[in-house]
Structures are given as structure tokens and as C-alpha cells.
């Protein structure tokens, strides 16, 4: 089921839980329709995380969270429930490590309950996860705007507010305060093919939030930045590595390379529940490989032979020395390394 949400200006929700019931914004329709699609359980939930229709690292987190609940609730045996909803929803995306460690804690906190206690214990624990992650949000914003106080222009690339994130998002949120505290001129946006979820989202973000901004090319955004006139790059993260490896959306580690030789800061925000101790760098985190249809097409219309082979990963990996800062809800890792991460967390 679905419904159509009146189109507005302002701060957009993504997902919300009206107590029986996951309604989530549907991504895929954005910014042409403002559709919210109605999830009742794990493998609806799960569904919508692999279309897309909810994304970014820390919304799949705590949209799977509330899966597992939801597959509880009136369940007459819980824990084969529980044991179906975290085996579907704990693969749905493979890179994120946000979404596995959400559903680890629900299923956690389900089987130290008491029996009959399970559906509670596990929507508490996702609402607890829920705020948790809005909370970020605001500090991550917080600091972020500190650390780039003198950025006037700043470029970013796919999608990394409200749509990506609870609360305002990860970087977009630290754009967003900037706006907000009289500091910023404008923002460049990155296509982020092959989705466009920079073209389709961060647009439509910043356009309810009333921020000037330009969309470029991905492309086009290395010879910007050579060319002078942007500040910072600003990008959010999937997955961090115990040595400060940042695995982003694809595109991500070029801007990183033509931020260092452009002598600008590029600037990772994500909270610290994407960072990921057991991976000891970037080459252990798994690159999802997405459908060659994506590549085929731009917004669902081909541009290319039917059938022309692709290689279509959802992901890249930068190097930890190439990230200028790494932005959390608990402050500001720098210079990124394994020493910085750990000091985070402690």
C-alpha cells in the first residue's frame, strides 16, 4: 500500500512509525512525486532497502531495525520470527555496516527479553536506535559547521540529508547549519551516476531548504575544483575501516584525488555507528556490485545497445590519507587514521 504526501518546502521526512506501521518516502519516484510506501514486515522492509526506495547508511540502519520489530509484532512464535527477519534484512545491502549492527542490536535486545517480552524489547530497541541517529544528526551538523567555518562554496556528492539519514542527514546537515548560520554562498552538487541520487535528491533536498546550489556533472567536478573557486568537498560514508578508510558512493575517492591536488579539504561525515572496527581497511569492505540496467539507462530511459556489458559497483573506497577530517556525532577525527578512529570511540 501507498499513499501521496502533498508536496511542501522544509525539512522532508523519510520514514516514520505511526506504532504498528513503517511508512517510508519512496526514493525511487523522487523528486517528480512525493509517494509514501506503507511496510509491514521484514521482507517489505527488506524489498524497499534493495530497490532503493530507502537508502543511505544510516536510514537502511534504523528502517531494518523497525523491520525486525515489525516482523514480531502478533507473531506467535517470536523467535522464528526473529531468526527470519535479521537472516533477510541483515543481506539487503551488503556495504553499509549501519544495517547489519542495527539488526544485531534489535535481535540483542529480543533475545535477553523474557518470553512474550520479544516484540517489545525489539521496538524499543529500534526506536531507541531511531533517536539515537537524529541525534547524530544535529551534533554531526554541529561540528561539522565549526570545523568549516570559513567554506563558502562547497561541493558534495550523492545524497547525504534527511533522505539519507534521520534527523537532517550526515553532511548535508553540516551544509544545512552553514546555510543556516549565514555562512554559506552555495553548494555544487554531483550528478552521482548512474542513479542520480544527487540529480534527483540532494537537488530536491536543497531546493525545500531554500539553499542556492548548482548540479554538475560528475565529470565535471575534478576540473571545478582544479579550477579554483570551491572551499571544500564535504561527502558522507558507508563504511568506515578501523584505519580510516571511507567507503562512499562510487565517485567519491576521484573527488578526494582532485580535492588533494586542488589543496582543499575533503571532509567525511557520517556517524560513528558507520564505523567498522572488525574491517581493518578499505580492501576488506565488500563493494556491492549493483545491476548493469543502471548503467544502461539514466533515469529509466537506455542510452546505450541493449545487452552491452557493464561493471556497475554501487561503491569506492579512499584511501584514509586523502580525507582532510572525519565528522561525528563525537566530534572530529583528525588526521584520520587508527589512532583518531579509536579516540572517537573510547
Not at 500500500?1 to 522544509?10: L, N, Q
Not at 506504532?19 to 521484514?42: F, K, V
Not at 560528475?218 to 570551491?230: E, F, M, N, S
Amino acid at each position: 500500500m501507498s499513499a501521496t504526501r502533498p508536496s511542501g518546502t522544509g525539512a522532508v521526512i523519510a520514514l516514520r512509525f505511526d506504532g504498528s506501521r513503517l511508512w517510508a518516502l519512496d526514493q525511487t519516484l523522487l523528486p517528480w512525486r512525493e509517494q509514501e510506501l506503507e511496510l509491514r514486515g521484514a521482507s517489505e522492509v527488506a524489498a524497499a532497502i534493495k530497490r532503493l526506495a530507502i537508502r543511505g547508511a544510516p536510514l537502511i540502519g534504523v528502517a531494518a531495525a523497525y523491520g525486525v520489530a515489525l516482523e514480531l509484532a502478533g507473531d506467535p512464535q517470536p523467535r522464528a520470527a526473529l531468526e527470519r527477519a535479521c537472516a533477510e534484512l541483515r543481506v539487503a545491502r551488503p556495504t553499509a555496516v549501519n544495517l547489519a549492527r542495527a539488526v544485531d542490536r534489535v535481535r540483542a535486545a529480543a533475545e535477553a527479553a523474557g518470553v512474550g517480552e520479544e516484540s517489545a524489547a525489539a521496538l524499543a530497541q529500534a526506536r531507541e536506535i531511531h533517536c539515537e541517529e537524529t541525534a547524530a544528526s544535529e551534533a554531526m551538523a554541529a561540528h561539522g559547521a565549526d570545523l568549516l567555518a570559513g567554506a563558502r562554496t562547497l561541493l558534495t556528492h550523492c545524497n547525504t540529508g534527511a533522505l539519507a539519514a534521520p534527523g537532517r542527514g550526515t553532511a548535508l546537515a553540516v551544509v544545512a547549519e552553514l546555510a543556516d548560520r549565514g555562512r554559506l554562498d552555495g553548494v555544487l552538487a554531483c550528478e552521482a551516476r548512474p542513479l542520480l541520487q544527487g540529480a534527483r535528491l540532494t537537488v530536491f533536498e536543497l531546493a525545500r531548504l531554500g539553499i542556492a546550489h548548482e548540479l554538475v556533472v560528475d565529470a565535471a567536478a575534478p576540473g571545478l575544483i582544479a579550477g579554483g573557486g570551491i572551499d571544500a568537498v564535504i561527502v558522507g560514508c558507508d563504511r568506515v575501516a578501523a584505519n580510516g578508510d571511507v567507503a562512499n558512493k562510487v565517485g567519491s575517492y576521484p573527488l578526494a584525488l582532485a580535492a588533494r591536488a586542488g589543496g582543499i579539504p575533503f571532509v567525511v561525515t557520517g556517524p560513528t555507528s558507520t564505523i567498522d572496527l572488525g574491517c581493518g581497511s578499505g580492501a576488506e569492505i565488500t563493494i556491492e556490485e549493483r545491476d548493469a540496467d543502471e548503467v544502461r539507462s539514466a533515469a529509466g530511459a537506455p542510452h546505450t545497445l541493449p545487452g552491452t556489458r557493464c561493471r556497475n559497483p554501487a561503491f569506492d573506497v579512499t584511501p584514509a590519507a586523502l580525507v582532510t577530517a572525519l565528522v561525528t556525532e563525537r566530534g572530529v577525527a583528525q588526521p584520520v587514521g587508527a589512532e583518531s578512529i579509536l579516540a572517537l570511540l573510547r
